[in-house]
C-alpha cells in the first residue's frame, strides 16, 4: 500500500491499493481510461463516506465506464462523461482530510473469470506549478511490456471554491 503523502513526482511503484489523501473540503474528479487486451477492474473507495465506485474497461484508448452511475457526481463535467467521475467535498469542520484508496484489478479470462489484483502500479504526483489542484496520476502494469497504461487514472482535487 502507498500513501500519497509520500509520492514522490518522478513517481513510484507499489502494489494496489493506493491511498490518496486531499482536503475533505476539495471536489476531487476522477478520469479513467485502459489501454489492454485484457479486461480491466478499478475500485475506488472513499474512506469518508464508504461509497465504492467501480470502474471498467478493454481495448485501447477506451475510457472507463463507470458500473455503478448512480453513485457518481457528473456535475463537474457537464454531464455524463465515460470514465469520469466528481466526487462533491465535504463540508465538515471536523474533517480536515478524506481518503481514497484505488485498487486497480486485471482478468486474462475470456469467458468473465475473477479479477487479479495488480502487483505494479506507477504513481505520481503530478507538480502543481505553484497552483491549488493536487493531480496524481495513476498508471497500471498487467503484462511485460512495462509500459504502465494498461489502466490510467487521473485524480485532481480542486480546492472549495474553484470548481
Not at 93 to 119: H, L, Q, T
Request: with cysteine; charged share 20%.
Amino acid at each position: 500500500m502507498l500513501d500519497s503523502n509520500s509520492i514522490p513526482t518522478e513517481g513510484n511503484i507499489a502494489a494496489s491499493p493506493v491511498v490518496i489523501r486531499f482536503p475533505a473540503n476539495a471536489t476531487l474528479q476522477v478520469m479513467a481510461q485502459t489501454n489492454a487486451a485484457w479486461r480491466q477492474l478499478v475500485e475506488i473507495q472513499d474512506q469518508s463516506t464508504g461509497r465504492v465506485y467501480i470502474l471498467t474497461g478493454q481495448g485501447e484508448v477506451v475510457p472507463m465506464n463507470l458500473e455503478n452511475p448512480e453513485d457518481g457526481d457528473f456535475s463537474g463535467f457537464g454531464g455524463s462523461l465515460p470514465g469520469a467521475f466528481s466526487l462533491s467535498r465535504i463540508d465538515d469542520p471536523n474533517e480536515a482530510d478524506r481518503v481514497i484508496s484505488v485498487v486497480c484489478k486485471y482478468s486474462r479470462s475470456e469467458g468473465g473469470g475473477g479479477f487479479d489484483d495488480y502487483s505494479r502500479v506507477r504513481v505520481r504526483k503530478m507538480p502543481d506549478h505553484g497552483g491549488p489542484v493536487q493531480q496524481w496520476e495513476l498508471g497500471a502494469e498487467d503484462g511485460a511490456d512495462d509500459d504502465y497504461n494498461d489502466v490510467i487514472i487521473h485524480v485532481m482535487a480542486f480546492p472549495a471554491g474553484m470548481h
